[in-house]
């Protein structure tokens, strides 16, 4: 039978990452915000840890499943990290370390070209486009990915000890 720990920290590891990428999905689809590149950059540890957290689901052996679980907090935290740094950018403790950045589809007219760069939403790093009690996405990933990890961990680290 799998700890009561493990089994939280199981679900946790999955429901996380994807209630976050849901969201910031969920923002840019329904809300109209666009993402920057720092926002972007958040949702790659996200991607890894989903997976990674499924297959914790699927493995019998004990000490390989609190492996996967591992592992998908280290990729949560990961992106808590990139969080707290594009935060600290947004509030301006610190410089971003982006530049505006966009590939063209050389396959257009130097007319639609232009209006395609002129179109385009500009979105900066350094500026957040919503807050919830002074906090910005960037900050409530950071908060609640960290924090996960952490709550993660603990929940593994008691069952190895018990």
């Known amino acids: 039978m799998t700890p009561p720990g493990i089994v939280k920290a199981r679900w ?23 993402p920057c590149e720092m926002c972007h950059w958040q949702r790659w540890p996200h991607y890894v840890a989903l997976p990674i957290a499924l297959a914790a689901f699927f493995v019998q052996q004990p000490f390989m499943r609190a492996t996967l679980i591992c592992l998908a907090a280290i990729s949560i935290a990961f992106s808590g990290a990139i969080g707290v740094f594009h935060a600290g950018v947004e509030y301006g403790w610190w410089h971003g370390i982006t530049g505006c950045t966009a590939s063209a589809n050389m396959e257009l007219s130097d007319a639609d070209l232009l209006n395609a760069i002129n ?19 960037a900050g409530w990933n950071a908060i609640i990915s960290l924090g996960s990890a952490a709550v993660i961990f603990a929940l593994v680290g008691r069952r190895r000890r018990a």
């Open 119 to 137: 179109s385009a939403p500009i979105v900066r790093c350094d500026e957040a486009q919503w807050t919830l009690f002074g906090i910005s996405l």
């Open 12 to 34: 946790i590891a999955l429901l996380v990452p994807l209630a976050l990428l849901a969201g910031a999905w969920g923002s840019q689809i329904f809300g109209g915000l666009h």
